[in-house]
């Protein structure tokens, strides 16, 4: 039986069809990446009412390079367009505690998928398909539950069970390159020198890469997932198949145009 992605519009995130859930209903701390402290559940002060942000084109230049970064994976549109049937927080205030809610759980169910459909279009890991496949009708089932099951949907369960497959997917894919793989699952390598670094199928999974220099490294095949590239120099780096490699974490680091990336992401526009 082939593997049925998930229509890739549906994990990227649809901004015009979204009541703003991300500027409104997760808090954020005045740091580097936000100029100011917003509580959970308070609109940004830069929201407007038609749901735009009032300076998207200059976020990094007025302090909030965070907002750049994030990603909900398609959540907000579906929170807004079909759990909440369209009924947005201001003309419907009774919906505001269970959308705000709902919107950081709907969120992580979105980005199971996307790993989730991201392992399905890998052949080596064919022998997995079939628990991808049931892990994926089962995240999708949750995604269309409604507002009341969500708010109580206990997450660790499925993550949990999502996670194994998705460790063992990286194994079969990365066991498939010659020699020894650099094993860095977890590690410090903050502002580590890694230029032109042989890091193709090398275990990178919740590594601290924030200011690493992996200009021109080989990260093909590598597993990414839970990576912070957080300014990470990736110049002239090799991602074409790195595994689980997101476009937030791409957001998060400097590269250039020829920065080689999977066709299913896209060169962030700072990127010069």
Known sequence: MPATPVPLPVLQADCAN????????????KSTDFAVNKPAGTPCTNLQQDFRCGIHTRLRDRGFPGCTVFDCFGAGQQVSQVTFEGRDWRAHPETRGEMFEVFPVMRQLHELLFY????????????????????LADTERWTRADARALATLDITPLRHRINTLLLETSE??????????????????????LKGANLRGANLRGAYLIAA?????DLRTADL??????DTNL???DLRDALFLTQP??????????????PTLTHPTHWL
């Open 225 to 230: 997932i839970g990576a912070d590239l957080r």
């Open 18 to 29: 979204c009541f703003a859930l991300c500027c409104v209903a997760l808090p954020f701390a």
């Open 249 to 262: 974490q791409l957001n998060a680091a400097q590269g250039t145009p020829q920065t080689k990336i999977p």
């Open 116 to 135: 989730v459909d991201q392992a399905l279009t890998l052949p080596a890991a064919a022998p997995l398909h079939a628990d991808l496949r049931r892990a």
């Open 213 to 217: 220099d992996l200009s021109g490294a």
């Open 235 to 237: 110049r002239n780096a």
């Open 172 to 193: 079969l894919i990365r066991s498939q390159v010659p020699g020894r793989k650099k094993n860095h699952r977890g590690a410090d390598l903050m502002g580590a020198r």
